[in-house]
């Protein structure tokens, strides 16, 4: 954003952000804020972008719905600590820079900033406090950003070219010559119309990529598993027949010693009576032999019914990733054709729904991560509830509706992916 189109958006945010309460923050990408704020004297709620990515600097109101990261990013972690809650007292612009200064306080605490600067290549955004603005974070650890290391008082960055003159920006978002001129909500609308898809084409899916590439992996990784029990499964099918075997071995026990490789027997259980060629181990006397067979039979039996029942698990499993690779995907095609924009208060909010599918996604992806990490270490890592506190974690609930049955039994209906997730692994 040019300096001329920042001027214009700042005066006109100004005088509706002041005053107004910072509900809740949220960071969408390493280079992506989003700030609810309500109060003020205005109804409902406004929602300021910021937007320090280096092609694509910009502040200003969106009425767009944006997904955030499963887990939040450390910036923002920060963000909610020092400055969630705070009342905006004044937004203002520095003359003849891209910097925009954010001031808020919380009550009974001294002042704090957020310091925005849109300046490119070196766009950053940092959180001060006190009078003379003590750096407390940064957005980006951006090369030579020296200047913005915590505890010394912020240094603004070196001068830039001079600035246009004519709101450039802001003239090709709404296409009007003049966009100066424009009412506060046409000229939002336009800009906000116009910066949307260009962030849905960089940034939209970026963290769904990567979510759906990790669960390709993995499914992949389960049907590595499938196929090496398959094979599991049929070795041990083949020691089935072993007690058979045993048996009639046992009938010529007293004719076999150490070093035989093999003895010819009548198989009484065929129709014909047909000799059959039995192998032997030589390297074991004529009663270890006959232990074996009888061995391999019983852990054959066994076995099979073990591989069968992790086979099923692992299938249940893969198509379970399926499932949530096929709504990562069509979510995936939702945002690309940028149907996102706020709709009013729904009872099963699409943007609610789709964080909750994020977060299941990545918690299979966690889950995946933790088993490999136990597989390779031998042993869980001890959290807060397990073995040693004596606890168990309580069941999750979220995403599902309790139900009282006719009969007097109790019924949980998953309203999503993530209520089901939880039905099916915590209750």
């Not at 300096?3 to 280079?31: N, W």
């Not at 499963?70 to 910036?75: E, I, S, W």
């Not at 891209?98 to 808020?104: A, K």
């Not at 047909?274 to 039996?301: M, R, V, W």
Request: net charge positive; aromatic share 6%.
């Amino acid at each position: 954003m040019d300096d001329a189109s920042l001027q214009i958006m700042t005066a006109r945010l100004a005088p509706l952000v002041e005053g107004c309460f910072i509900t809740k923050i949220h960071q969408m990408t390493p280079y992506h804020l989003l700030l609810r704020l309500r109060g003020g004297g205005r109804a409902g709620e406004l929602r300021l972008m910021i937007s320090i990515a280096a092609r694509q600097t910009s502040l200003h109101p969106t009425f767009y719905r944006y997904l955030n990261p499963p887990r939040p990013l450390r910036f923002l972690s920060y963000l909610r600590h020092h400055f969630q809650g705070a009342r905006i007292t004044r937004l203002e612009k520095l003359p003849g820079d891209r910097i925009v200064i954010l001031r808020g306080r919380r009550r009974d605490e001294e002042e704090k900033q957020l310091v925005i600067e849109l300046t490119g290549k070196s766009a950053n955004a940092v959180l001060c406090s006190g009078p003379e603005m003590v750096i407390g974070a940064r957005m980006l650890d951006l090369p030579g950003a020296g200047r913005l290391l915590p505890q010394n008082p912020w240094q603004p960055p070196p001068a830039g070219p001079p600035a246009d003159l004519k709101p450039l920006v802001l003239i090709t978002a709404t296409g009007h010559p003049q966009p100066e001129t424009l009412a506060v909500e046409p000229l939002f609308t336009l800009y906000d119309d116009w910066f949307h898809p260009r962030y849905q084409q960089a940034y939209g899916d970026a963290g769904i990529k990567d979510l759906l590439k990790r669960l390709k992996q993995q499914r992949k990784r389960l049907s590595r598993r499938n196929k090496k029990l398959a094979a599991e499964y049929e070795e041990k099918k083949a020691h089935l027949d072993d007690a058979r075997l045993g048996d009639l071995f046992k009938t010529r026990l007293h004719e076999i010693s150490r070093g035989d490789r093999s003895i010819r027997v009548i198989d009484y259980w065929s129709e014909d009576l047909n000799e059959i060629e039995i192998p032997l181990d030589p390297a074991l006397s004529p009663q270890e032999n006959l232990a074996k067979f009888y061995k391999n039979a019983k852990k054959a039996k066994r076995g099979l019914k073990m591989i069968a029942e992790r086979r099923a698990e692992t299938e249940k499993e893969i198509e379970y990733l399926e499932e949530i690779i096929f709504q990562l995907e069509a979510l995936q095609e939702k945002l690309a054709a940028g149907n996102s924009r706020e709709s009013g208060n729904q009872e099963n909010d699409p943007e609610e729904e789709a964080q909750e599918l994020l977060e299941l996604a990545a918690g299979l992806c966690g889950r995946s991560r933790q088993a490999a990490a136990t597989k390779k270490n031998g042993r869980k890592k001890p959290g807060k509830a397990g073995p040693e506190t004596g606890k168990t974690a309580p069941p999750k609930t979220r995403g599902t509706e309790r139900i009282n049955g006719v009969a007097g039994g109790i019924i949980y209906l998953g309203r999503n992916a993530l209520g089901n997730e939880n039905i099916y692994r915590h209750l």
